[in-house]
């Protein structure tokens, strides 16, 4: 799952929210006199990658692309991040611009108490808004060709994110058929280790 997935499947809190979203860039690893609230959601986002990667719904997701790709894996991610902004409001009791300027406000409030390689991700969201650039499908076209331009050339020579346009979009109601019956048992898992009071948000 991708940023969005990873902030909405968190507890109401900014700090939690906020290590569920640094858990990539950080590689895992909080700093040096990090909170709980921020190992607590550096740890549920590996459990959300965890469930994800091993389950067959995501599996089948993938092999309806092609049979084999370095890059199958994130581009499930970023297409299902689409899929969860069309279908929020079965999923979230809060419009998806409004959870996604609280989380930007707060984020930006805790920025001086981070260090830098916490902030520069987090700046970068925010300046981007990068939370509201899956609502259509040029959006997540746009999206793989972005990804691209960060890849190594050497990686491009075997695979790219642009390349995947074209069978997304021929597949996109199975894909969406598939993110809709597996995004239920995500939060079904998730939400047994986390705390049900600080989970309003949430319609499931």
Not at 9 to 15: G, K, V
Not at 18 to 43: Q, R, S, V
Not at 89 to 104: E, Q, R, V
Request: with cysteine; charged share 30%; hydrophobic share 35%.
């Amino acid at each position: 799952m991708n940023w969005l997935a990873h902030i909405f499947l968190s507890e109401s809190n900014i700090d939690f929210q906020i290590g569920n979203f640094l858990a990539d860039p950080l590689k895992g690893k909080a700093w040096e006199n990090a909170n709980e609230e921020i190992k607590k959601g550096m740890f549920t986002h590996k459990q959300i990658d965890s469930f994800t990667d091993k389950h067959e719904i995501v599996t089948i997701s993938k092999k309806r692309l092609r049979e084999k790709g370095l890059l199958k894996p994130i581009i499930i991610d970023l297409t299902y991040d689409y899929f969860l902004t069309k279908n929020w409001d079965k999923f979230c009791n809060i419009p998806l611009k409004k959870f996604s300027n609280n989380f930007y406000h707060e984020a930006y409030k805790r920025t001086p108490f981070m260090p830098y390689q916490a902030n520069l991700p987090i700046s970068h969201m925010i300046e981007r808004d990068l939370l509201n650039k899956y609502h259509t499908i040029n959006q997540l076209k746009t999206s793989f060709s972005r990804m691209d331009g960060r890849l190594s050339p050497r990686l491009l020579q075997r695979d790219s994110a642009s390349s995947y346009s074209k069978t997304v979009v021929e597949n996109i109601h199975h894909l969406e058929k598939d993110f809709l019956e597996f995004f239920p048992q995500l939060c079904k898992t998730v939400k047994q280790d986390l705390d049900k009071d600080r989970l309003k948000h949430w319609r499931i």
